[in-house]
C-alpha cells in the first residue's frame, strides 16, 4: 500500500512564486526522501531528512519534518520553468526499501 | 561512472512470455531493489536486496524473481507475462554510509508492453 500521500495532487504556478507540496505517512520511518521526475524519465533525488532531523535545505529546496504529525513538507522558492515535474516523497523503513506516494504535479510557467 | 544501467529500454511480450530485465550498478552499493510504476501512481517495490546472494520480497512480488549473484547485477525475471505487468520497470540503488540508509540512485527505467 502507498504510505505517502503528497498533496496537492497538482500545483499549477508562475515562475518566480513559491510551490509548497505536503506528504503524510502512516507508521515510523528511518528517513523520508524527495524525489523529482521528469515525464517518461527517471526518479532524480532531491533532500534526504532523517527522522532526528526537524529542518533541511538544499539550494532552493527546504524540507521540514514532522515526525509526530507523521508529515512532511517541500518547498520550493523561486520557481522556475524547469522545475516542470512530478515530485514525490518516499519513505524508508528500513534496508533502503522505499515506500513512495503518488505524488504532485507542479507545473511553472513562464 | 555509469551509475545504475538498465536494459533494455522498451519491450514488447506476448501473454506468457518470460523475459528478464537486466539492472546493473558500478557504485558498489549493497542495496539494490526493483520498483513498477504504473500510470498516475508512484513506485511500488517489487523486490530488493541487501547483498550478493540475498533477496527479499517488496510490496508486488506476485509473478516476478530477483537473484543477486554479484554486487553489481540485480536482474528482474518474468516468468510468464501478464497484461497486469504493463509498466515501467526502474531499478535502484543505494549504500550503507557510517550506518545510516542513504538516497537511493535510480535507473532510466524499462517500459514494458504486454500484450
Known amino acids: 500500500s502507498q504510505q505517502g500521500e503528497e498533496d496537492p495532487q497538482a500545483l499549477s504556478i508562475q515562475e518566480g512564486e513559491n510551490a509548497t507540496m505536503n506528504c503524510s505517512y502512516k507508521t515510523s520511518i528511518n528517513n523520508l526522501q524527495w524525489y523529482r521526475q521528469n515525464s517518461g524519465r527517471g526518479l532524480v533525488h532531491l533532500i534526504l531528512?532523517?527522522?532526528?532531523?526537524r529542518e533541511k535545505h538544499s539550494g532552493r529546496l527546504r524540507v521540514t519534518l514532522d515526525t509526530s504529525k507523521k508529515s512532511s513538507s517541500l518547498l520550493i522558492t523561486a520557481s522556475r520553468a524547469a522545475d516542470t515535474a512530478s515530485y514525490f516523497c518516499?519513505?524508508?523503513?528500513?534496508?533502503?526499501?522505499?515506500?513512495f506516494g503518488k505524488g504532485t504535479m507542479l507545473l511553472v510557467s513562464p | 561512472n555509469a551509475g545504475v544501467t538498465q536494459t533494455p529500454k522498451f519491450q514488447v511480450l506476448k501473454t506468457g512470455q518470460s523475459m528478464t530485465l537486466q539492472c546493473a550498478q558500478d557504485?558498489?552499493?549493497?542495496?539494490m531493489s526493483w520498483y513498477r510504476q504504473d500510470p498516475g501512481m508512484g513506485l511500488r517495490l517489487i523486490h530488493y536486496?541487501?547483498?550478493?546472494?540475498?533477496?527479499d520480497q517488496g510490496e508486488v512480488p506476485n509473478g516476478y524473481n530477483v537473484s543477486r549473484s554479484t554486487t553489481e547485477d540485480f536482474p528482474l525475471r518474468l516468468l510468464s507475462a501478464a497484461p497486469s505487468q504493463t509498466s515501467v520497470y526502474f531499478c535502484?540503488?543505494?549504500?550503507?554510509?557510517?550506518?545510516?540508509?542513504?538516497?537511493?540512485?535510480f535507473g532510466p527505467g524499462t517500459r514494458l508492453t504486454v500484450l
Open positions: 531528512i532523517r527522522s532526528n532531523e
Open positions: 535502484a540503488s543505494s549504500s550503507t554510509l557510517a550506518g545510516a540508509y542513504n538516497e537511493q540512485f
Open positions: 557504485m558498489n552499493h549493497e542495496y
Open positions: 536486496s541487501v547483498g550478493a546472494g540475498i533477496t
Open positions: 518516499a519513505t524508508d523503513k528500513g534496508y533502503s526499501t522505499l515506500t
